[in-house]
């Protein structure tokens, strides 16, 4: 789920709370955590010692040799665990942990979005990429699109921002290339968790009442909510933390996937359901779209930053955008700049302006437009965008370079024993998804396509059949010839700014893979040109937004630099990884997670 997004929908109070909460703390409070209340803050209060790592390290990454896995809930790791196990391969694993999120974490993903995936063949000793977006509405026009518009972008909600979900033929693939398992034993963990229940844990249940809060509003666009709320209100106003949630008809659905593979979605009772679903609420998604799908095994792009290989997805995702900014950032001496100091966090907040100027003026469907994706990520072009960042301010004014001619998200890895690993993310977009359920089906449509741009000549102009800009990105690293890093942070717009921070806290400040995460964080918001994702009123310069963990000195440094601070928002992403290392001739994997989901990493 893109967060920021979400809070940004919300009612000015909502937002302004945990502002008023923070600036309370500055006083000692209640000495204890009250009942009902979703935070407990004490900003005189800190975490405890701990006598080895990191002081700010929330804990320590999870060690194994044959295994690993990370996700943003404990069951779902559990259950790609106990798939590794069975001798399944970290994509047999990685599919059967998605597919329990989504009954897990609703929030952040399910069967009605898109799914990107990078991954470490071991045969191959290489990086492959799979690209499982959908495109629009072949009976959507343009003209209808604009229709829909408000303010000049398409709306948050409704039928109007729904996409072919392509996640079910992303598993579909990647299963057929290194799948062990038998399909349908993939879906028994989600079957029997969507059947039986499952506790609710804090921050999922926290989003999933605030989503019904806006499905509830009138006026909101959405064709039909009935079958949202009956699906996820539990008879009022969503769960509360640890009630447990059950969802027969997502159970009933992945056993019709399992049985019938992903035809079943794109050919058989699954798709008739949508196509009768979107012409009884008048939307526009129809069997043919369906049936049409088909995602695409893509050549990921890299760049050298320091001796590490990072890698990217291009296609119509943001990938390159953490190419971008770690070309420029290696025009400077980050060591000596610092870690956590304003010079270091300045550097790269300007990197990502310049970074995002591009990506708001070329990123899109290259199905659709030439997009001149090597000069982007060039060394050549990061030099000269470099020599526009003077250390001592903010540049006022970035614009996009000159071409040569010519939210939410939940992100998981895993690896197995072999030395595959797997790295994946999947999204329904901003919030819970585009507030449409199929009848009886259990799961929510997607709304991706509100990313699409409306103006004439834009590469990322509506167009029926056409895939949306999409922000979800997996990260992977390599060193030499052998993988290092699966690696991702969630959210929307922060998703290349925190793959930046962690392969600079990592490469050049020698952060271990748990405090990489753990690092207190930045998210600069706003450009000159948008993808339709920024809050309106910001500052000309944008808005740079730190975590409560950034030194003072530090906060003092960068607005000396002209920077305008913004409060902490929640909105700075969620982190998983799985290092790959190896001791002597033996394999070890360390597992990551942090504090700012509900999962857990573990390793065997």
Known sequence: MDRRLFLASLPAAAVAAPSIARAAAAQPSSPRWREGEDRFERGDVHAGDRPIGASFASRTAAYGMSGAAGTAHPLATQAGIAILRKGGSAVDAAIAINACLGFLEPTSCGIGGDCYAMLWDPKAKAVMGLAGSGASPR??????????????????????????????????????????????????????????????PDIIAYYIRRALVNFRKPGNGIEETDNALRTWSMGGNGPQTGSIFRNPDLARTYRMIADGGRDAFYKGDIAKTIDAYFRRIGGWLRAEDLAAHKGEWITPHKTDYRGVGVHALGANTQG??????????????????????????????????????????????????????????????????????????????????????????????CADKDGMMVSMIQSNFRGMGSGLVADGLGFMFQDRGQLFSLKDGHPNIYAPGKRPFQTIIPGFATRGDAPWMSFGVMGGDMQPQGQTQIIVNRRDYGL???????????????????????????????????????????????????????????????????EHRMDGQERVYAAASEMRADGCALAY
């Open 139 to 200: 009976a959507l026009s343009l003209e209808t699109a604009r229709a829909r518009a408000v303010n000049g972008a398409l709306p948050p909600l409704g039928a109007v921002t729904v996409s072919v979900p392509g996640t079910v033929d992303a598993w579909a693939q990647m299963h057929q290339r290194y799948g062990r398992l038998k399909w349908a034993e993939l879906f028994e963990p989600a079957i029997d968790l969507a059947t039986n229940g499952a506790p609710v």
């Open 512 to 578: 271990d893979v748990q405090a990489a995460g753990d690092s207190p964080r930045w998210h600069h918001e706003g450009s000159s040109q948008s993808m339709g994702e920024d809050s309106p009123g910001l500052p000309a310069t944008g808005l740079l937004r730190l975590e409560n963990g950034v030194p003072a000195a530090t906060r003092d440094g960068l607005r000396s630099r002209g920077w305008t601070l913004g409060e902490s928002d929640a909105a700075f992403g969620r982190y998983q990884a799985v």
């Open 320 to 413: 390159i955008a953490t190419l971008q900014m770690l070309n420029i950032l290696e025009n400077f001496d980050m060591d000596g700049a610092g870690f956590q100091s304003a010079l270091s966090i300045h550097l790269q907040a300007e990197a990502k302006r310049l970074a995002y100027e591009d990506r708001a003026r070329y990123y899109a469907d290259p199905n659709f437009s030439k997009i001149p994706i090597e000069w982007l990520i060039s060394k050549d072009y990061a030099a000269q965008r470099a020599r526009l960042i003077r250390p001592d301010r903010i540049n006022p004014d970035v614009r996009p370079g000159q071409a040569p001619s010519r939210g939410d998200t939940t992100y998981f890895t």
